[in-house]
Every structure is written in structure tokens, then in C-alpha cells.
């Protein structure tokens, strides 16, 4: 009620003046109708039955609020009613007494002068005239001015009905834009998560696909390697053999050492066959090594786990690849380990020598072997550079100097490097592309122990997800921690955050969920800390 009154008192206020003027000029009616005649009383009527429902609740929602509405309009126009009949009579009352007591001085000064009656009938008649002439103006002026009113009742209630028709279509517009909205950004999400989850399968089963054919090929290369170098280890042995026997066929010494040799125990000459032929397999070949100027690199009988594919480094072909498997070199951290000494010797068994230097093989397996990609690495990825027989050609002048630019600064030593077991693995003088990875992101690396592998040039997570069991030795006991590392499993964390996926930890790191993640201002991301 206090909010109708509180936002409706202009139409009230129209209502109770509406219903002053029609009870003003339909006043003087009043006296000669019986109660029946007397629209008040039907409109009393009207009321209370209105007010009997509106009490009962008798209509709900908006309809209820119109009947209230109505029923203080109803209420202010029968006061407003109450009051023009009031006034009205009033002024008829007073009325009456001025025509009586006008009429009486008129009669008086009639019977006075009786002589002039003939002119007293004529004044008469001219101030009746007269007087119907001024009652009929003033009647005419009330039915004016309580048709007026009732118009503007009608007119305020009428733009009452049409604002509010208005405002609920408004309403009801803004309601369907929301929904509308609403459902098609919904759609929007649905259909971009769903076109993601396809794009990753894709991705996922184009790169299953491709590393499936690089492992097939990188074993069947490794294969051929393996037989060709033990065909080639047991003709050198059984020509060595062959010539030695010959040698010595005719002394005294080869009779001495067949006899020893028939006397020993066949498990100790099981032993030392057996011992022998592995020597053969791993252990280069003296008639070999004295061939070229500078050192062998030391080689292993078969690849640990999957060879690398050596052709991502710019300079190996397939025909240097077979020679490298043919020496033992299989893996990216063989050829990033070679000495000068051992680059020297390489150079001059593939017929070219200074060519591993000029080339930069070593930097590139440095960084091949630490989880980063060069130029040439990343097109033989994608398929953009394609390597056949023309790939172990030798670079010429500006190719090269153009390879060394590309390459990055690798990260220089630290003190005590070699107290460690294991192997340091490789790192980076800066990170790739000026920006590093949030290692922090990764369960068990907080804001120190990121400026410590800053320092050892770890930048991103493909450095951590390439670490070796070696590596993973030598960064647990440099960070003093021993075995954390695979407790932790910092390493399959850091294969699933390089390949773009979250792990549970690095969510509660990004939503701030993980105080130990946040930079301390002394160490961490964007304050790197080089150990010296």
C-alpha cells in the first residue's frame, strides 16, 4: 500500500480533484433523486466489493496490483466526490439566503411603491431573465469543468496502461537478448572446445604416427649398424687371427702358449673369449685409431634405448649417419662430449678433415642433446627440409658462418663440476628467444632451486624432459638432493608441461595457489641467479 501510495500520488491526486468537480456540479441534483438514483451509493457498492477481493487475495500477481490501484483511485475520487457535493450545497445554501433576502428588500420596495407595479413586473421579469441567464452560464461552466476533469482521468489512466504495456515489453526483450546471448555463447564454447579436443587428437596421432616411423627407421638403421659392425669386428678378428697363427706357427713360443692354453680351465677360456669379443664390440680398434691424426671417440655396442636421429644435425646425411652408427655413436650426447682431439680424428675417417669444427656438430648436439631444437632440426621435424645423399655434402663458407650465428651461447662451467656422479647435463647461456619457462611450475622447484638451474643454464622444460638417468644423477647431488628428482618426477612433469598440457600442481600454481611458487624477489623468474 505505502508503495502505491508512494509511486501512484499524482493519479490520487487527479482522482480526488476529478471527484471535487463532479460532485461540485452534479450537487444541486442530489436533493430530488432517492438513494437508488444516487450513483454513490453504487459506487460505494463497487468498492467494497473490490475491497473484499483485494483483502482475500482474490486476484493474483499484477492483476491484484491493478485492483489496488484502482481501489485508492476509487477511494480518493469518492472523497474528492464527498467534498464538490459538500462545497456545492454550501454554495447553493448561501445562494438561496441572498435570493431570499434579495426577493424580500424587492418586495418591499414593490409594496412601497405600488404606483409603479407595471414597472416593478417589467423589473421582475428582466431579473428572472437574468437570473436564468447567470445560473444557466454557471451550470454550463461546472458540466465543463467536471467533463475536463473526467477526461484527464481518463487520458492519465489510459498512458498509465500504455507505460506500463511498455515496460513489460521491455522487459520481456531484454530477457530474450539475455537468453539469446547466453545460448550462443554457450554454443560458441562448446563448439571451440570441441574443435580443440579434435585439433589435439590430430596433432597427438600425427606426431604418434611420425615418432612410430622415425623409431622404426632409427632401429632398422641401428640394426644394419650393429650387423655391419660386428661383421666387419669378426673379419678384422679372424684376419688378425689368421696372420698371427701364421706367424707364429713355427716357434717354440706358439707350442708353449697352445699347451698353457690346453692346460687352463675351459671357464677361464670362456671367460676371457668372452671378454675379448666385447672388447671388440665397444673398444676401438688400434689398427684403426692409428689411421688418423688425433683420437677415436669412444663408442657403444648398441644404442641405449632409441637412437637418436643424427641427421637433425646440419652435416650428417644418411651415409655419415651409417659411419657414426659404424663407429659406435648413436646418441647426441656421444657427439657433444667428443674432445677436439676426438673431432680431429672423426674429420679425417669421413675423408674431410676440419669439417666437424667448420660445421659446428658439437655445438649443435649440445643443443639437440639439452631439448632444444636448431633451424635444421626443427624443418627435418616438419617435413620442410627433406635429408638425402646431398645432406653429408660439406658446407660451403657463408652456410656455415650463417649455422654459427643461428646457434646459441652455451652455459660455462661451475666449480666443482666433476665432484658429482654423474653427467652435468647441457645447458644455455640465455634462454631461447630471450623469454624462460616458470620451472616453478614444476612440483619440488621453487623460487631457489629455479636461479640454481638458471645457473647451470636449465631455462625450459624440454631441457628437464631430455635429462638422461646420468644427468638426473648429477643435477640431484649438485642440488644436494639426491633422488629427489625421481620422487618427485621432475622429469615427466616437465614432459607434460613442454607438450603444452597442465599438471594438478602447475593449475594451483597459476591460480595463486601455491605460496612457494611465488618469486621471492631474491632469486627466480625475471632475477636470475648465475652460480659461479
Do not use: C
Amino acid at each position: 500500500m505505502y508503495y502505491l501510495l508512494a509511486t501512484y500520488w499524482m493519479w490520487f491526486v487527479v482522482a480526488l480533484l476529478a471527484g471535487g468537480a463532479i460532485g461540485y456540479w452534479s450537487s444541486w441534483r442530489r436533493a430530488s433523486e432517492g438513494w437508488l438514483g444516487r450513483w454513490p451509493w453504487w459506487a460505494v457498492i463497487a468498492f467494497v466489493v473490490g475491497l473484499v477481493v483485494a483483502v482475500l487475495h482474490g486476484l493474483p500477481g499484477r492483476a491484484g496490483l491493478y485492483l489496488e490501484t484502482l481501489l485508492l483511485l476509487s477511494f480518493w475520487y469518492a472523497i474528492g466526490g464527498l467534498l464538490g457535493i459538500w462545497l456545492g450545497r454550501a454554495r447553493s445554501q448561501d445562494a438561496l439566503v441572498t435570493a431570499n433576502a434579495a426577493e424580500d428588500t424587492r418586495l418591499a420596495v414593490a409594496a412601497k411603491g405600488a404606483e409603479d407595479a407595471p414597472n416593478a413586473a417589467t423589473a421582475k421579469a428582466a431579473e428572472d431573465a437574468r437570473l436564468a441567464t447567470a445560473a444557466k452560464a454557471a451550470e454550463d461552466a461546472r458540466n465543463a469543468a467536471g467533463a475536463r476533469a473526467a477526461e484527464q482521468a481518463r487520458l492519465a489512466v489510459a498512458a498509465k496502461a500504455v507505460e506500463d504495456a511498455r515496460r513489460a515489453a521491455a522487459a520481456k526483450a531484454a530477457e530474450d537478448a539475455r537468453n539469446a546471448a547466453a545460448a550462443k555463447a554457450a554454443e560458441d564454447t562448446r563448439l571451440a572446445a570441441a574443435a580443440k579436443a579434435a585439433e589435439d587428437a590430430r596433432l597427438a596421432a600425427a606426431a604418434k604416427a611420425a615418432e612410430e616411423v622415425r623409431n622404426a627407421a632409427a632401429a632398422k638403421a641401428a640394426e644394419d649398424a650393429r650387423r655391419a659392425a660386428a661383421a666387419k669386428a669378426a673379419e678384422d678378428a679372424r684376419r688378425a687371427a689368421a696372420a698371427k697363427a701364421a706367424e707364429d706357427a713355427g716357434n717354440t713360443a706358439a707350442a708353449k702358449a697352445a699347451e698353457e692354453a690346453r692346460q687352463a680351465p675351459a671357464a677361464k677360456v670362456t671367460e676371457a673369449v668372452g671378454a675379448a669379443a666385447a672388447a671388440a664390440t665397444v673398444a676401438p680398434s688400434p689398427a684403426i685409431s692409428t689411421q688418423h691424426p688425433g683420437t677415436r671417440p669412444q663408442g657403444i655396442a648398441a644404442p641405449e634405448g632409441i637412437a637418436d636421429d643424427l641427421k637433425h644435425i646440419k652435416g650428417i646425411g644418411p651415409k655419415n649417419e651409417k659411419i657414426s652408427n659404424a663407429l659406435g655413436i648413436y646418441h647426441f650426447r656421444q657427439i657433444a662430449n667428443w674432445t677436439p682431439e676426438e673431432a680431429i680424428w672423426v674429420g679425417h675417417h669421413v675423408a674431410f678433415p676440419g669439417r666437424i669444427e667448420r660445421e659446428h656438430w658439437i655445438p649443435q648436439a649440445k643443443l639437440l642433446a639439452s631439448g632444444g631444437d636448431t633451424d635444421h632440426s626443427a624443418g627435418v621435424k616438419s617435413g620442410a627440409i627433406l635429408v638425402d645423399d646431398s645432406a653429408d655434402a660439406p658446407l660451403d663458407a657463408a652456410a656455415a658462418d650463417a649455422l654459427a650465428k643461428s646457434l646459441p651461447e652455451q652455459a660455462g662451467a661451475v666449480d666443482g663440476e666433476a665432484r658429482h656422479a654423474g653427467r652435468r647435463p647441457y645447458g644455455l647461456a640465455a634462454p631461447l628467444g630471450g623469454q624462460p619457462d616458470d620451472l616453478k611450475r614444476i612440483r619440488g622447484i621453487g623460487p631457489q632451486n629455479e636461479g640454481r638451474l638458471h645457473g647451470l643454464g636449465i631455462w625450459h622444460f624440454t631441457q628437464i624432459r631430455a635429462w638422461s638417468e646420468e644427468n638426473v644423477k648429477w643435477v640431484g647431488s649438485y642440488l644436494a638432493f639426491s633422488g629427489r628428482i625421481d620422487r618427485e618426477k621432475w622429469v615427466d612433469q616437465a614432459r607434460e608441461l613442454a607438450a603444452g598440457h597442465e599438471t594438478e600442481f602447475s593449475r594451483r600454481v597459476a591460480a595463486g595457489k601455491v605460496a612457494s611458487s611465488k618469486d621471492d624477489g631474491s632469486h627466480g623468474q625475471g632475477n636470475v641467479r648465475i652460480v659461479k
